[in-house]
Every structure is written in C-alpha cells, then in structure tokens.
C-alpha cells in the first residue's frame, strides 16, 4: 500500500477546504481555524506535504523554515488510513526537504499525552528538549528537536 502512496508538495491554496476538513477530523476541538491555515499555507516559508493515493487525500504535514531551522507545526492522517505508515512517509519528505535547504536542526510541540505522535518523533531522532505546562489549554506539551 505504501508504494502507491504519493507524498508532494502543495503550492498555494487548492486543497485549503480539504485541509480544514481533515484537521476537524483529526483535531476536533484543537482544529485550526480554515483562516489560520490559509495564512499559514500562504507565507513563503511555509512547506505542506500531502499524503495521496488516487487523487484521495490521506493525510498532510505543515511546516516552516525560519533562518536557519525548521518546525513542524501540523501533522495529520485521516482515521481510516491511520497505523500504515503514512505519517513516517510525511515526516520523512518533510526532513528531507529541510535537508535539502541546508537546515540542521527541527522543532515541534507535542501534547504530553499523545503517545502516537511521541512515538513518532523519537522514531525519527526527536528528542524532549522543554516542557510548556498547559500549552494546550489544560495539557501541556513537550518541545522536541532533532538535528538532521
């Protein structure tokens, strides 16, 4: 199934409602509000990776560069095609797309409980690095960095 998967850059605003709709599946009441992903997809420093297969949008990666170092600010894979690898397939475009411009070192917050993601990241180098207590609101998140 991963074979068929294409991951590729989005360039502009095609897919924005598509976006909004898989970060309500994803992030329910912690979903970006469809301006704020706009603003975000239009900044020039901002990479969006999708997750395709037929044409059918599987899942996205948001992330920026700033002077020298990336962040990753968004990740999701819609319910039905979770636990297939498709998240690794993004972050791993994502890092290589950074490498490519000649960044080193990534950051990104997690909420403290969300072991899946967690898992992820250390699966990819991450390590915690700081602590924001209740970032989330009532949750707090953990800062991690990986050098690339």
Sequence with gaps: MLKEIVIEENKGLKYLKDLF????ECFE???WEEAMLKEELEKPYSICLL???ENILMGYLLGRVI?????????????AFRN???GSLLLKGFLERLKKLGIKKIFLEVEENNKRAYNLYTKF????VNFRKEYYGNTSAVVMSCEI
């Design 84 to 86: 297939k690898g498709i």
């Design 29 to 31: 009441e912690k979903a």
């Design 21 to 24: 709709l898989l970060e309500k």
């Design 67 to 79: 002077m020298d170092e990336g962040e990753l600010l968004r990740i999701a894979v819609k319910k």
């Design 125 to 128: 180098g991450f390590k915690p």
């Design 51 to 53: 997750a395709k297969k």
